[in-house]
Each structure stands twice: as structure tokens, then as C-alpha cells.
């Protein structure tokens, strides 16, 4: 029932963009990304709540298809700032994402 | 300020030995939950509670007890705590369910 995500990881130089995915096996009404830093709580970054939809966060945006079961994080022109370990999640009974750690160097 | 407090922050036990790990929300939220994070497993809720009162099972709640009899708290607790509950654990608390999660710092938690 946990969400799968992919890459696992991903490093990349600063200013090149990434690309998240978040794929349920479960029907998905709704999905939040969070993005937690080492040693530290997660943080919320957006919800998308219908279908297609995609919201944008500065340089992050996301899209949600509820038909494919599937989310995806846009990250682009990466800033050192955005390393961390990004996690998607869904439902009342909260389930995260297996995670996907992403490194930006410079 | 708006914030999520957990106490404590660290705690080293032994098994068996009754532990209580506080958590209080100073934003009116209805929708409260604890997870528990480990290497390769990711976060997972504990118990999550959608208003005072209400407490519902999450994916891993073996071996712990929740109660929600005021709004603001909604302390977890470990009856007997055993190795395999060592672990870092968060407290977390939103408008209501599917709005935005409010994490406090965490617990990090070591049972021996």
C-alpha cells in the first residue's frame, strides 16, 4: 500500500533539473510532497487534489494524474538548497512514499 | 508561533521499562498522527486521530497505545517496550486529514 517512487536517488550539478515519480498501487485521490533534510522533520511542499492537476512551488512544480495512479515532481534549475529526501503520500491512514534522496552538488 | 513540541527529543531506556512521548499542537488542528522512521523503511504512521476521542490504527501500531482527550495532545505511548521499537519518531498535526502535515522535531528513541 506504500506509494513507490522513483529514481531512489539522484545526484545532480546545480541548475539541472530532476524529475520524481510517484506510482500507487491503491486508487489515489490526493497527493502531498514533502521534502526532509538529514536530522531533520519533514516538510510540506504542496498537495494536488484532482486529477491533472499541477501546482508549482518557486522552481517546484508537480502534476497528478488520478487515472495512472500517479504523481511526478519537477524540480528544475536545482539549488544546493534542494537536496534532501523527497516523499510523496496519500490517504487518511497516511501513507508515505519510499522516498527518493536527492543531492544537488555544485 | 505556530509549532508541533514533542518531549523528549532523546531517550535511551531498557525493555520493558513503561515510556511516555509527549506531543502538543498549538494550532487547533483536528487531525493528529505519529510515525516512526527507519533506514530503508521510510516513514510509517503509528496511530492517527481524526478529532478528540477518535483514534484509529495506522500501518505499524503493534506495541503501542494513543489517547486523544484534548485537542492540542496526543501522547504515544509504549506499554513495553521492546529492541525492535528503537527507532526516530515523529509527531504530527494538520487542519484535518489531507491538509498539510505540521512535523515536530522527533524523538529519537533507543531501547536496549
Known amino acids: ?106 | 508561533e505556530a509549532q508541533v513540541t514533542q518531549n523528549p527529543r532523546y531517550l535511551i531506556t531498557v525493555t520493558g521499562k513503561k515510556l511516555t512521548v509527549t506531543c502538543s499542537q498549538n494550532m487547533n488542528h483536528e487531525y493528529m498522527s505519529w510515525y516512526r522512521q527507519d533506514p530503508g523503511l521510510g516513514l510509517r504512521q503509528i496511530y492517527y486521530s481524526m478529532n478528540v476521542e477518535v483514534t484509529d490504527k495506522g500501518d505499524v501500531p503493534e506495541g503501542y497505545k494513543v489517547s486523544r482527550k484534548e485537542k492540542r495532545n496526543f501522547p504515544l505511548i509504549l506499554e513495553s517496550p521492546s529492541p525492535n521499537q528503537t527507532s526516530l519518531y515523529f509527531c504530527a498535526s494538520s487542519f484535518a486529514s489531507n491538509y498539510e502535515q505540521y512535523f515536530g522535531p522527533g524523538t529519537r528513541l533507543t531501547v536496549t
Not at chain 1, 500500500?1 to 498501487?25: F, H, K, M, T, Y
Not at chain 1, 511542499?45 to 504523481?71: D, P, R, V, Y
Not at chain 1, 537536496?83 to 552538488?105: D, E, K
Open chain 1, 1 to 106: 500500500q506504500q506509494p513507490v517512487q522513483s529514481p531512489q536517488a539522484v545526484i545532480l550539478r546545480e541548475g539541472e533539473d530532476a524529475v520524481i515519480n510517484c506510482s500507487s498501487s491503491k486508487a489515489l485521490y490526493s497527493v502531498h510532497w514533502y521534502r526532509q533534510k538529514h536530522g531533520e522533520a519533514p516538510v510540506f511542499l504542496m498537495i494536488l487534489l484532482k486529477g491533472g492537476e499541477q501546482k508549482g512551488h518557486e522552481k517546484i512544480s508537480a502534476s497528478f494524474n488520478e487515472k495512472k495512479q500517479q504523481s511526478s515532481l519537477y524540480l528544475t534549475a536545482s539549488q544546493l538548497s534542494y537536496s534532501g529526501t523527497y516523499f510523496c503520500g496519500t490517504g487518511n491512514q497516511f501513507y508515505f512514499g519510499t522516498g527518493t534522496s536527492l543531492t544537488v552538488i555544485p
